[in-house]
Protein backbone atom coordinates (compact mmCIF):
# COMPACT_ATOMS: atom_id res chain seq x y z
CA UNK A 1 0.00 0.00 0.00
CA UNK A 2 2.94 2.44 1.00
CA UNK A 3 5.15 1.34 -1.82
CA UNK A 4 2.25 1.84 -4.35
CA UNK A 5 1.75 5.38 -2.84
CA UNK A 6 5.66 5.78 -2.89
CA UNK A 7 5.69 4.98 -6.35
CA UNK A 8 2.54 7.13 -7.50
CA UNK A 9 4.26 10.19 -6.31
CA UNK A 10 7.34 9.62 -7.72
CA UNK A 11 5.28 9.05 -11.31
CA UNK A 12 3.37 12.56 -10.65
CA UNK A 13 6.03 14.52 -11.36
CA UNK A 14 7.21 12.58 -14.34
CA UNK A 15 4.00 12.79 -15.76
CA UNK A 16 3.58 16.89 -15.13
CA UNK A 17 6.81 17.34 -16.30
CA UNK A 18 5.82 15.55 -19.67
CA UNK A 19 2.02 17.73 -19.82
CA UNK A 20 3.88 21.60 -18.04
CA UNK A 21 2.88 23.07 -21.05
CA UNK A 22 -0.69 23.80 -20.39
CA UNK A 23 -2.06 24.22 -16.92
CA UNK A 24 -5.52 25.22 -17.14
CA UNK A 25 -5.43 27.40 -14.26
CA UNK A 26 -3.50 29.96 -16.61
CA UNK A 27 -4.86 32.06 -19.32
CA UNK A 28 -2.87 31.08 -22.96
CA UNK A 29 -2.33 33.97 -24.94
CA UNK A 30 -3.81 32.30 -27.79
CA UNK A 31 -6.82 30.82 -26.39
CA UNK A 32 -7.60 34.58 -25.05
CA UNK A 33 -7.32 35.99 -28.33
CA UNK A 34 -9.63 33.67 -29.65
CA UNK A 35 -11.70 33.59 -27.14
CA UNK A 36 -12.36 37.35 -27.36
CA UNK A 37 -12.56 37.17 -30.69
CA UNK A 38 -15.63 34.70 -30.61
CA UNK A 39 -17.05 36.23 -28.04
CA UNK A 40 -17.07 39.72 -29.68
CA UNK A 41 -18.24 38.01 -33.05
CA UNK A 42 -21.52 37.04 -30.66
CA UNK A 43 -22.14 40.23 -29.56
CA UNK A 44 -21.80 42.06 -32.38
CA UNK A 45 -24.81 39.64 -34.24
CA UNK A 46 -27.07 39.45 -30.96
CA UNK A 47 -26.82 42.89 -30.07
CA UNK A 48 -26.66 44.53 -33.53
CA UNK A 49 -29.34 42.04 -35.15
CA UNK A 50 -30.99 40.42 -32.36
CA UNK A 51 -31.83 42.50 -29.57
CA UNK A 52 -32.90 45.59 -30.73
CA UNK A 53 -35.57 43.54 -32.63
CA UNK A 54 -36.68 41.88 -29.13
CA UNK A 55 -36.76 45.11 -26.84
CA UNK A 56 -38.95 46.90 -30.16
CA UNK A 57 -41.45 44.18 -29.68
CA UNK A 58 -41.46 44.41 -26.22
CA UNK A 59 -41.80 48.39 -26.43
CA UNK A 60 -44.27 47.77 -29.34
CA UNK A 61 -46.32 44.52 -26.61
CA UNK A 62 -45.90 46.79 -23.61
CA UNK A 63 -47.20 49.93 -26.37
CA UNK A 64 -50.15 47.38 -27.05
CA UNK A 65 -51.36 46.11 -23.53
CA UNK A 66 -51.48 49.75 -22.18
CA UNK A 67 -52.82 51.42 -25.31
CA UNK A 68 -55.57 48.62 -24.94
CA UNK A 69 -56.02 49.59 -21.51
CA UNK A 70 -55.88 53.35 -22.07
CA UNK A 71 -58.49 52.83 -24.79
CA UNK A 72 -60.64 50.30 -22.64
CA UNK A 73 -60.31 53.44 -19.87
CA UNK A 74 -61.36 55.98 -21.81
CA UNK A 75 -64.36 54.25 -23.15
CA UNK A 76 -64.98 53.50 -19.77
CA UNK A 77 -64.88 57.06 -18.57
CA UNK A 78 -66.49 57.94 -21.90
CA UNK A 79 -69.73 55.60 -20.89
CA UNK A 80 -69.67 56.96 -17.55
CA UNK A 81 -69.67 60.56 -18.51
CA UNK A 82 -72.63 59.64 -20.95
CA UNK A 83 -74.59 57.85 -18.41
CA UNK A 84 -73.92 60.35 -15.99
CA UNK A 85 -75.90 62.87 -18.82
CA UNK A 86 -78.37 60.34 -19.47
CA UNK A 87 -79.36 60.67 -15.90
CA UNK A 88 -79.24 64.08 -15.88
CA UNK A 89 -81.27 64.48 -19.01
CA UNK A 90 -83.28 61.93 -17.40
CA UNK A 91 -83.76 63.94 -14.01
CA UNK A 92 -84.73 66.98 -16.18
CA UNK A 93 -87.22 65.65 -18.05
CA UNK A 94 -88.52 64.39 -15.50
CA UNK A 95 -88.72 67.50 -13.76
CA UNK A 96 -90.06 69.09 -17.15
CA UNK A 97 -92.68 66.81 -17.45
CA UNK A 98 -93.84 67.51 -14.09
CA UNK A 99 -93.93 71.07 -14.56
CA UNK A 100 -95.64 70.64 -17.82
CA UNK A 101 -98.39 68.62 -16.19
CA UNK A 102 -98.95 70.99 -13.31
CA UNK A 103 -99.21 73.73 -15.76
CA UNK A 104 -101.44 71.67 -18.12
CA UNK A 105 -103.48 70.94 -15.21
CA UNK A 106 -103.31 74.41 -13.88
CA UNK A 107 -104.08 76.03 -17.56
CA UNK A 108 -106.93 73.37 -17.66
CA UNK A 109 -108.76 74.98 -14.93
CA UNK A 110 -107.92 78.54 -15.50
CA UNK A 111 -109.80 77.67 -19.17
CA UNK A 112 -112.17 76.16 -17.50
CA UNK A 113 -113.02 78.74 -15.09
CA UNK A 114 -112.57 80.92 -18.23
CA UNK A 115 -115.08 78.92 -19.65
CA UNK A 116 -117.48 78.91 -17.09
CA UNK A 117 -117.09 82.72 -16.61
CA UNK A 118 -118.04 83.08 -20.33
CA UNK A 119 -120.94 80.44 -20.42
CA UNK A 120 -122.42 82.02 -17.17
CA UNK A 121 -122.18 85.61 -18.80
CA UNK A 122 -123.37 84.52 -21.98
CA UNK A 123 -126.54 82.83 -20.63
CA UNK A 124 -126.84 86.08 -18.55
CA UNK A 125 -126.65 88.17 -21.31
CA UNK A 126 -129.37 85.53 -23.80
CA UNK A 127 -131.61 85.81 -20.88
CA UNK A 128 -131.53 89.46 -20.48
CA UNK A 129 -132.03 89.71 -24.09
CA UNK A 130 -134.55 87.38 -23.95
CA UNK A 131 -136.42 89.65 -21.02
CA UNK A 132 -135.70 92.70 -23.22
CA UNK A 133 -136.96 91.46 -26.60
CA UNK A 134 -139.84 89.82 -24.55
CA UNK A 135 -141.03 92.95 -23.15
CA UNK A 136 -140.23 95.32 -26.73
CA UNK A 137 -142.76 92.48 -28.04
CA UNK A 138 -144.90 92.27 -25.01
CA UNK A 139 -145.73 96.40 -25.73
CA UNK A 140 -145.67 95.84 -29.25
CA UNK A 141 -148.44 93.58 -28.71
CA UNK A 142 -149.75 95.75 -25.90
CA UNK A 143 -150.04 98.68 -28.35
CA UNK A 144 -151.44 96.69 -30.98
CA UNK A 145 -153.88 94.91 -29.08
CA UNK A 146 -155.04 98.58 -27.73
CA UNK A 147 -156.02 100.02 -30.99
CA UNK A 148 -157.32 96.54 -31.50
CA UNK A 149 -159.82 95.89 -28.76
CA UNK A 150 -160.33 99.71 -28.64
CA UNK A 151 -162.06 99.66 -32.22
CA UNK A 152 -163.56 96.26 -31.68
CA UNK A 153 -165.12 97.43 -28.52
CA UNK A 154 -165.99 100.36 -30.52
CA UNK A 155 -167.55 98.44 -33.26
CA UNK A 156 -169.15 95.76 -30.89
CA UNK A 157 -170.56 98.71 -28.87
CA UNK A 158 -171.55 100.28 -32.00
CA UNK A 159 -173.15 97.19 -33.47
CA UNK A 160 -174.86 96.87 -29.92
CA UNK A 161 -176.28 100.00 -29.35
CA UNK A 162 -176.80 100.63 -33.29
CA UNK A 163 -175.57 103.73 -33.08
CA UNK A 164 -172.57 105.17 -34.14
CA UNK A 165 -170.28 106.80 -31.57
CA UNK A 166 -169.86 110.35 -33.44
CA UNK A 167 -168.81 111.67 -30.31
CA UNK A 168 -164.76 110.95 -30.96
CA UNK A 169 -163.84 112.74 -27.75
CA UNK A 170 -166.66 110.65 -25.57
CA UNK A 171 -165.22 107.63 -27.41
CA UNK A 172 -161.77 107.78 -26.48
CA UNK A 173 -162.35 108.50 -23.27
CA UNK A 174 -164.70 105.26 -22.82
CA UNK A 175 -161.90 103.31 -24.51
CA UNK A 176 -158.98 105.10 -22.16
CA UNK A 177 -161.34 104.36 -19.31
CA UNK A 178 -162.23 100.73 -20.68
CA UNK A 179 -158.70 99.66 -20.72
CA UNK A 180 -157.11 101.65 -17.63
CA UNK A 181 -159.64 98.91 -16.59
CA UNK A 182 -158.80 96.27 -18.17
CA UNK A 183 -154.68 97.05 -17.17
CA UNK A 184 -155.67 97.02 -13.87
CA UNK A 185 -157.36 93.71 -13.95
CA UNK A 186 -153.99 92.44 -16.16
CA UNK A 187 -151.59 93.61 -13.56
CA UNK A 188 -153.87 92.24 -10.78
CA UNK A 189 -154.17 89.01 -12.66
CA UNK A 190 -149.49 89.13 -13.04
CA UNK A 191 -149.16 90.34 -8.85
CA UNK A 192 -151.77 87.19 -8.13
CA UNK B 1 -14.37 9.23 -20.76
CA UNK B 2 -17.29 6.72 -20.79
CA UNK B 3 -17.05 7.67 -25.07
CA UNK B 4 -13.79 5.68 -25.01
CA UNK B 5 -13.57 2.33 -26.56
CA UNK B 6 -12.86 -0.81 -24.02
CA UNK B 7 -9.90 -1.77 -26.66
CA UNK B 8 -8.13 1.21 -24.83
CA UNK B 9 -8.82 -0.45 -21.15
CA UNK B 10 -4.90 -1.11 -20.76
CA UNK B 11 -5.13 2.70 -20.28
CA UNK B 12 -7.93 2.95 -18.75
CA UNK B 13 -6.48 2.32 -15.60
CA UNK B 14 -4.05 4.36 -15.83
CA UNK B 15 -6.38 7.13 -16.63
CA UNK B 16 -7.92 6.69 -13.44
CA UNK B 17 -7.08 9.40 -11.20
CA UNK B 18 -8.26 11.99 -13.84
CA UNK B 19 -5.64 14.90 -13.54
CA UNK B 20 -4.46 18.13 -15.44
CA UNK B 21 -3.46 15.71 -18.53
CA UNK B 22 -7.69 15.47 -19.41
CA UNK B 23 -7.73 19.15 -20.01
CA UNK B 24 -5.13 19.05 -22.80
CA UNK B 25 -6.58 18.22 -25.93
CA UNK B 26 -5.07 17.40 -28.49
CA UNK B 27 -3.85 20.19 -31.56
CA UNK B 28 -6.16 19.56 -34.71
CA UNK B 29 -3.97 22.68 -36.00
CA UNK B 30 -1.56 24.85 -34.81
CA UNK B 31 -0.50 28.37 -36.71
CA UNK B 32 1.95 31.31 -35.61
CA UNK B 33 0.69 34.97 -36.40
CA UNK B 34 2.63 38.06 -34.81
CA UNK B 35 4.36 35.40 -33.00
CA UNK B 36 1.31 34.08 -31.33
CA UNK B 37 1.29 30.47 -31.11
CA UNK B 38 -2.78 29.37 -31.73
CA UNK B 39 -3.66 25.69 -31.12
CA UNK B 40 -7.48 24.98 -32.51
CA UNK B 41 -8.44 22.02 -30.03
CA UNK B 42 -11.81 20.66 -29.25
CA UNK B 43 -12.50 23.51 -26.88
CA UNK B 44 -11.82 25.74 -30.17
CA UNK B 45 -13.99 23.89 -31.86
CA UNK B 46 -16.75 23.62 -28.87
CA UNK B 47 -16.30 27.63 -28.72
CA UNK B 48 -17.49 28.43 -32.19
CA UNK B 49 -20.15 25.66 -32.34
CA UNK B 50 -21.80 28.11 -28.97
CA UNK B 51 -20.75 30.87 -31.20
CA UNK B 52 -23.04 29.80 -33.88
CA UNK B 53 -26.18 27.51 -31.94
CA UNK B 54 -26.57 30.98 -30.15
CA UNK B 55 -26.55 33.23 -33.40
CA UNK B 56 -29.01 30.66 -34.91
CA UNK B 57 -31.34 30.13 -32.35
CA UNK B 58 -31.55 34.07 -31.66
CA UNK B 59 -31.80 34.62 -35.80
CA UNK B 60 -34.41 32.21 -35.86
CA UNK B 61 -36.13 33.66 -32.82
CA UNK B 62 -36.28 36.90 -34.09
CA UNK B 63 -37.03 36.12 -37.94
CA UNK B 64 -40.53 36.22 -38.35
CA UNK B 65 -41.42 37.98 -35.11
CA UNK B 66 -45.13 38.14 -34.00
CA UNK B 67 -47.10 40.38 -31.46
CA UNK B 68 -48.35 36.96 -30.18
CA UNK B 69 -45.09 34.81 -30.34
CA UNK B 70 -44.55 31.49 -31.83
CA UNK B 71 -42.42 29.11 -29.95
CA UNK B 72 -39.20 30.08 -30.76
CA UNK B 73 -40.03 33.65 -30.69
CA UNK B 74 -40.86 32.78 -27.26
CA UNK B 75 -38.29 30.56 -26.31
CA UNK B 76 -35.84 33.65 -27.12
CA UNK B 77 -37.76 36.87 -25.42
CA UNK B 78 -37.62 34.63 -22.65
CA UNK B 79 -34.45 34.37 -22.49
CA UNK B 80 -34.16 38.03 -23.10
CA UNK B 81 -36.78 38.53 -20.97
CA UNK B 82 -35.45 36.50 -17.58
CA UNK B 83 -32.26 39.04 -17.87
CA UNK B 84 -33.75 41.88 -19.00
CA UNK B 85 -36.47 41.91 -16.29
CA UNK B 86 -35.17 39.32 -13.98
CA UNK B 87 -31.60 41.34 -13.04
CA UNK B 88 -30.93 44.09 -15.40
CA UNK B 89 -34.05 45.75 -14.39
CA UNK B 90 -34.18 45.17 -10.72
CA UNK B 91 -30.18 45.99 -10.42
CA UNK B 92 -30.44 48.99 -12.20
CA UNK B 93 -33.89 50.22 -12.64
CA UNK B 94 -34.66 51.48 -15.94
CA UNK B 95 -31.33 52.27 -17.08
CA UNK B 96 -30.45 49.01 -17.16
CA UNK B 97 -32.77 47.95 -20.01
CA UNK B 98 -29.65 49.53 -21.96
CA UNK B 99 -27.45 46.42 -20.89
CA UNK B 100 -30.20 43.70 -21.11
CA UNK B 101 -28.71 42.71 -24.71
CA UNK B 102 -25.29 42.75 -23.14
CA UNK B 103 -26.19 40.56 -20.07
CA UNK B 104 -28.31 38.60 -21.83
CA UNK B 105 -25.66 37.27 -25.00
CA UNK B 106 -23.29 37.04 -21.83
CA UNK B 107 -25.78 34.70 -19.76
CA UNK B 108 -26.19 32.84 -22.60
CA UNK B 109 -22.99 32.76 -23.65
CA UNK B 110 -21.78 31.15 -20.20
CA UNK B 111 -25.00 28.82 -19.84
CA UNK B 112 -24.07 27.24 -23.06
CA UNK B 113 -20.46 27.00 -22.58
CA UNK B 114 -20.61 25.58 -19.28
CA UNK B 115 -23.36 22.95 -20.71
CA UNK B 116 -20.56 21.25 -22.90
CA UNK B 117 -20.05 19.56 -19.52
CA UNK B 118 -23.02 17.90 -20.22
CA UNK B 119 -24.26 17.21 -23.41
CA UNK B 120 -23.05 13.79 -24.12
CA UNK B 121 -19.87 12.98 -26.59
CA UNK B 122 -18.65 16.35 -26.30
CA UNK B 123 -18.58 16.73 -22.08
CA UNK B 124 -16.26 19.02 -21.72
CA UNK B 125 -17.07 22.92 -20.57
CA UNK B 126 -15.10 25.38 -22.40
CA UNK B 127 -15.03 27.55 -19.80
CA UNK B 128 -12.78 24.48 -17.54
CA UNK B 129 -9.96 26.35 -19.09
CA UNK B 130 -9.44 29.83 -17.85
CA UNK B 131 -9.43 31.80 -20.92
CA UNK B 132 -12.87 32.07 -21.52
CA UNK B 133 -13.72 33.15 -18.31
CA UNK B 134 -10.55 35.54 -18.14
CA UNK B 135 -12.06 36.96 -21.54
CA UNK B 136 -15.41 37.35 -20.26
CA UNK B 137 -14.42 38.82 -16.74
CA UNK B 138 -12.07 41.22 -18.19
CA UNK B 139 -15.04 42.66 -20.84
CA UNK B 140 -17.23 42.96 -17.76
CA UNK B 141 -13.99 44.61 -15.95
CA UNK B 142 -13.41 47.42 -18.73
CA UNK B 143 -17.50 47.67 -19.21
CA UNK B 144 -18.40 48.71 -15.78
CA UNK B 145 -14.99 50.81 -15.84
CA UNK B 146 -16.00 52.47 -18.87
CA UNK B 147 -19.79 52.90 -17.91
CA UNK B 148 -18.69 54.23 -14.58
CA UNK B 149 -16.15 57.01 -16.03
CA UNK B 150 -18.10 57.98 -18.66
CA UNK B 151 -21.03 59.08 -16.37
CA UNK B 152 -19.13 60.58 -13.81
CA UNK B 153 -16.03 61.41 -15.41
CA UNK B 154 -12.38 59.51 -14.33
CA UNK B 155 -11.89 62.41 -10.91
CA UNK B 156 -15.12 61.80 -9.71
CA UNK B 157 -15.89 57.96 -10.28
CA UNK B 158 -12.09 57.04 -9.30
CA UNK B 159 -12.53 59.30 -6.55
CA UNK B 160 -15.91 57.73 -5.51
CA UNK B 161 -13.75 54.55 -5.55
CA UNK B 162 -10.66 55.95 -3.51
CA UNK B 163 -12.59 58.48 -0.83
CA UNK B 164 -15.57 56.26 -0.48
CA UNK B 165 -18.64 58.67 0.40
CA UNK B 166 -19.85 58.62 4.02
CA UNK B 167 -15.99 57.33 5.27
CA UNK B 168 -14.62 59.70 8.01
CA UNK B 169 -10.97 60.86 6.83
CA UNK B 170 -8.61 59.10 9.68
CA UNK B 171 -10.37 55.71 8.39
CA UNK B 172 -9.50 56.43 4.68
CA UNK B 173 -5.79 54.96 5.13
CA UNK B 174 -7.54 51.57 5.75
CA UNK B 175 -10.75 51.82 3.54
CA UNK B 176 -9.19 53.31 0.52
CA UNK B 177 -6.64 50.09 -0.43
CA UNK B 178 -9.18 47.89 0.51
CA UNK B 179 -12.31 49.30 -2.01
CA UNK B 180 -8.82 49.66 -4.59
CA UNK B 181 -7.78 45.84 -4.44
CA UNK B 182 -12.06 45.32 -4.12
CA UNK B 183 -13.18 46.81 -6.85
CA UNK B 184 -10.11 47.31 -9.01
CA UNK B 185 -8.35 43.75 -8.60
CA UNK B 186 -10.85 41.25 -6.77
CA UNK B 187 -13.55 41.93 -8.80
CA UNK B 188 -12.31 40.89 -12.30
CA UNK B 189 -10.33 38.29 -10.78
CA UNK B 190 -13.40 36.29 -8.48
CA UNK B 191 -15.25 36.66 -11.61
CA UNK B 192 -13.07 34.71 -13.95
CA UNK B 193 -11.99 32.25 -11.42
CA UNK B 194 -15.37 31.30 -9.69
CA UNK B 195 -16.25 30.60 -12.94
CA UNK B 196 -13.68 29.03 -14.11
CA UNK B 197 -13.42 26.70 -11.22
CA UNK B 198 -16.54 25.43 -10.35
CA UNK B 199 -16.70 24.09 -14.23
CA UNK B 200 -13.01 22.67 -13.52
CA UNK B 201 -14.00 20.80 -10.66
CA UNK B 202 -17.45 20.23 -11.79
CA UNK B 203 -16.02 18.45 -14.60
CA UNK B 204 -13.12 16.38 -12.51
CA UNK B 205 -16.21 15.27 -10.64
CA UNK B 206 -17.74 13.62 -13.44
CA UNK B 207 -14.50 11.99 -14.63
CA UNK B 208 -13.43 10.74 -11.26
CA UNK B 209 -16.91 9.18 -10.90
CA UNK B 210 -16.87 8.16 -14.42
CA UNK B 211 -13.59 7.19 -14.97
CA UNK B 212 -13.80 5.83 -11.45
CA UNK B 213 -16.94 3.19 -12.49
CA UNK B 214 -14.67 2.19 -15.60
CA UNK B 215 -11.64 1.20 -13.66
CA UNK B 216 -13.56 -0.27 -10.61
CA UNK B 217 -15.41 -2.26 -13.72
CA UNK B 218 -12.24 -3.31 -15.32
CA UNK B 219 -10.76 -4.49 -12.06
CA UNK B 220 -10.50 -8.51 -11.92
CA UNK B 221 -12.40 -8.23 -7.84
CA UNK B 222 -15.60 -8.81 -8.16
CA UNK B 223 -16.74 -6.67 -5.42
CA UNK B 224 -14.80 -3.82 -6.99
CA UNK B 225 -17.23 -4.30 -9.89
CA UNK B 226 -20.24 -4.49 -8.05
CA UNK B 227 -19.18 -1.22 -6.67
CA UNK B 228 -18.47 0.30 -9.83
CA UNK B 229 -22.71 1.01 -10.55
CA UNK B 230 -22.45 2.85 -7.71
CA UNK B 231 -19.64 5.16 -8.90
CA UNK B 232 -21.37 5.15 -12.48
CA UNK B 233 -24.72 6.11 -10.26
CA UNK B 234 -22.76 9.21 -8.97
CA UNK B 235 -21.83 10.01 -12.39
CA UNK B 236 -25.35 10.33 -13.29
CA UNK B 237 -26.31 12.27 -10.17
CA UNK B 238 -23.56 15.12 -10.32
CA UNK B 239 -24.44 15.30 -13.67
CA UNK B 240 -27.97 16.63 -13.02
CA UNK B 241 -26.18 18.77 -9.93
CA UNK B 242 -23.34 19.92 -12.26
CA UNK B 243 -26.43 20.75 -14.65
CA UNK B 244 -27.35 23.17 -12.06
CA UNK B 245 -24.41 24.38 -11.27
CA UNK B 246 -23.64 25.46 -14.71
CA UNK B 247 -26.96 27.50 -14.83
CA UNK B 248 -26.01 29.45 -11.32
CA UNK B 249 -22.52 30.30 -12.53
CA UNK B 250 -23.84 31.97 -15.75
CA UNK B 251 -26.23 33.52 -13.43
CA UNK B 252 -23.62 34.35 -10.89
CA UNK B 253 -21.54 35.63 -13.28
CA UNK B 254 -24.04 38.23 -15.11
CA UNK B 255 -25.78 39.28 -11.89
CA UNK B 256 -22.35 39.91 -10.78
CA UNK B 257 -21.78 41.67 -13.81
CA UNK B 258 -24.66 43.36 -13.63
CA UNK B 259 -24.10 44.60 -9.78
CA UNK B 260 -20.83 46.28 -11.06
CA UNK B 261 -22.21 48.28 -13.15
CA UNK B 262 -24.91 49.39 -11.09
CA UNK B 263 -21.93 49.99 -8.95
CA UNK B 264 -20.37 52.31 -11.83
CA UNK B 265 -23.58 54.42 -12.53
CA UNK B 266 -24.88 54.73 -8.98
CA UNK B 267 -23.87 58.29 -7.97
CA UNK B 268 -22.06 56.90 -5.02
CA UNK B 269 -20.35 54.14 -5.12
Known amino acids: MVTAYATQLATVPVLRAQEEEEVPVFPVVGELIIGTLAFAVLCFILLKFVFPKMEQMYQQRVAAIEGGLAKAEAAQNEANALLEQYRMQLAEARTEASQIRDEAREEGNRILEEMRTSAREESERIVARGAEQLAVERQQLVTELRGDVGRLAVELASKVVGESLADEARRAGTVDRFLAELDGLDTAGASR | ?269
Open chain 2, 1 to 269: MTARPALESTTLASEFPPGLKDFNFKVLWEFQLLGINFEITKLTVLLWVSVLALVVFFSLAVRNQKMVPGRLQFAGESAYGFVRDGMAKPMMGEEGVRFAPYLTTLFCFIIVSNWWAIIPVVQIPTTAKISLPVVLALISYVLFNWVGIRKHGVKKYFGGIFWPAGAPWWILWLLTPIEIISTLIARPVTLAVRLFANMFAGHMLLLVFTFGGVALLNSDNFVNKTFSIFSFGMAIVMTIFEFMVQIIQAYVFTILTASYLQGALAEEH
